[in-house]
Every structure is written in structure tokens, then in C-alpha cells.
């Protein structure tokens, strides 16, 4: 079986020209995940929208680059049995932040930010520990994360 993936922009926001890029690399990072059957959503919006979900569910009253919200839930219909992992939510404004200072070009931050999340919606976190510029991660998730960046290196989003 396959997984699904399902991709929406902030109402307010312009689409993004490489936004049908981004199914195809999730899917592959789902694959190499072992996902099977399942569903994820991803949101891109802005810093507002982001500072909101934020400081609604983690009580943290700031934007961040990308939040993840477990769910688990199963349905069923005429392709089968599919069981919803989660949503992602993306911001768009952090992203060329986040990629001046990784000193990364946009695409490379945004497969960072789809991994992340997708590691999180796979049961695994990272704790009080994020990516440091010129520093190695020690935890299990940012080694991991790390490596599946490296494998999918050459693939292109925008």
C-alpha cells in the first residue's frame, strides 16, 4: 500500500510555484520511514499563523519553523484502511531565515523542515536539543534526520 499525502497553503497566502514538488520528496521520506497506509497533511503559512498554533498547543507565545501534531486516527474507504499520522505545519517567512542561517540555499532547508516534521509524526523527538550551525546533533532524531538529508541530497523542491 501506499501513503497519502495531502499539501494546503494558508487561505491568505500565494501559493508557492514548487508547492507540487513537495508530494513526491515527502513520499519518498515516508518510504524510507516505513510508513505504509498512512496519511499525512502538510500546511505552509506564515509567522502569524505559526506564532497562533504555537502558542495554542505548546503555550510557547512565538513563531517557529515547523510543528508537528500527532494523531492516529484510522479510516477507511474504497482504496482501504488508511491511518492519519498527523499534520505539519511549515512557515514560509522562517524558512529563508532558517536557510541564511544554516547557510543553505531554500531548497535544502525546506527537505529539513519536511523531514523534521515527518520524524516527529514517526514517534520521534529531539527533546531540548535543535541543529546548531557547525555543531553535530547528539540525539537519535537530528543523527537521523541528518542522514536522510544526506541521502536525498540531489532532490530538488524548489
Request: hydrophobic share 35%.
Amino acid at each position: 500500500m501506499s501513503n497519502r499525502v495531502l499539501i494546503s497553503v494558508q487561505e491568505d497566502l500565494a501559493e508557492p510555484s514548487w508547492i507540487n514538488n513537495v508530494e513526491e520528496f515527502v513520499q519518498k521520506v515516508m518510504t524510507k520511514l516505513s510508513f505504509d497506509g498512512e496519511e499525512v497533511s502538510i500546511l505552509f503559512c506564515n509567522d502569524v499563523y505559526i506564532q497562533e498554533l504555537n502558542k495554542n498547543y505548546r503555550n510557547i507565545d512565538s513563531a517557529t519553523d515547523v510543528l508537528s501534531f500527532e494523531n492516529d486516527e484510522e479510516y477507511e474507504d474504497e482504496e482501504g484502511k488508511w491511518r492519519c499520522v498527523g499534520d505539519i505545519a511549515i512557515s514560509l517567512d522562517m524558512l529563508p531565515v532558517n536557510a541564511e542561517y544554516f547557510e543553505e540555499d531554500s531548497n535544502s532547508e525546506l527537505k529539513r523542515l519536511l523531514v523534521h516534521g515527518l520524524l516527529h509524526l514517526n514517534g520521534f523527538d529531539h527533546f531540548d536539543e535543535h541543529l546548531e550551525k557547525g555543531k553535530s546533533p547528539e540525539c537519535e532524531m537530528l543523527k537521523l534526520q541528518e542522514d536522510i538529508l544526506q541521502n536525498f541530497k540531489d532532490e530538488k523542491i524548489i
